[in-house]
């Protein structure tokens, strides 16, 4: 695995390619959009989908908290997918997930997704808080936005950036995205579409190529 290192308002930041941020002084690992359920979703309205997803996307989920100091997860909105997500199958996969960290703390800053899903069922023992929620230096949201009380951190416009290879061929990675106020996490779900962004010339990118996070953009975040 090879992270990214990023200094924001005086902190440091660590850019996992398992699509997550993590910040090292609070021993906190940050996620947006795990859309958790969304297979089962589209099960439920008839649309086949091949099982695995969900536990692929727990594992990677183990794998970030294992190889950092993680005490408490921080998810930036729409942790499920849609109420139809929360079938059996499920709430106890990620139930079990939840007894592998029982001393992990976990808290979700609710977003779009969450309104209509409703909070996460007691069994997971995530506390559920309305964005924005301050943690200084940082503003946590699911809502890319700016905020006066600190630099934000958020989610939601599931990025990606379009690169061109040397054969002309486009690639199109997840990514992180930081402009002057406000930085963007990719999606952390797999079974997740995307957005093309369009930096700003002062803005910064990193995309996720295979284990790998790496930085095509040019001007530091300060």
């Not at 958020?154 to 406000?182: E, Y």
């Amino acid at each position: 695995m090879s992270d990214a290192a990023l200094e924001i308002a005086g902190e440091v930041l660590r850019l996992l390619p398992e699509r997550a941020i993590y910040w090292e002084r609070m021993k906190m690992l940050l996620i947006a959009d795990p859309h958790f359920g969304k297979s089962a979703t589209f099960r439920a309205n008839r649309i086949p989908i091949p099982q695995g997803g969900l536990n692929d996307d727990l594992a990677r989920l183990t794998q970030a908290i294992t190889r950092t100091d993680t005490a408490t997860l921080m998810v930036l909105g729409d942790l499920l997918h849609t109420a139809q997500g929360r079938d059996a199958d499920t709430v106890a996969t990620i139930s079990a997930w939840r007894e592998q960290h029982s001393d992990l703390q976990i808290l979700l800053v609710r977003g779009n997704h969450d309104r209509h899903a409703g909070d996460p069922p007691s069994e997971w023992r995530m506390q559920s808080v309305d964005a924005p929620y301050a943690h200084a230096p940082f503003v946590l949201s699911h809502f890319p936005t700016e905020s006066l009380d600190g630099y934000v951190l958020a989610g939601h416009l599931h990025p990606l950036m379009a690169l061109t290879g040397d054969a002309r061929q486009i690639v199109k990675l997840s990514c992180f995205w930081f402009n002057l106020r406000c930085g963007v996490l990719p999606a952390f779900g797999s079974f997740i579409d995307g957005a093309i962004i369009h930096p700003a010339a002062q803005d910064r990118v990193f995309v996720i190529a295979g284990e790998q996070v790496l930085n095509v953009g040019k001007t530091p975040v300060k």
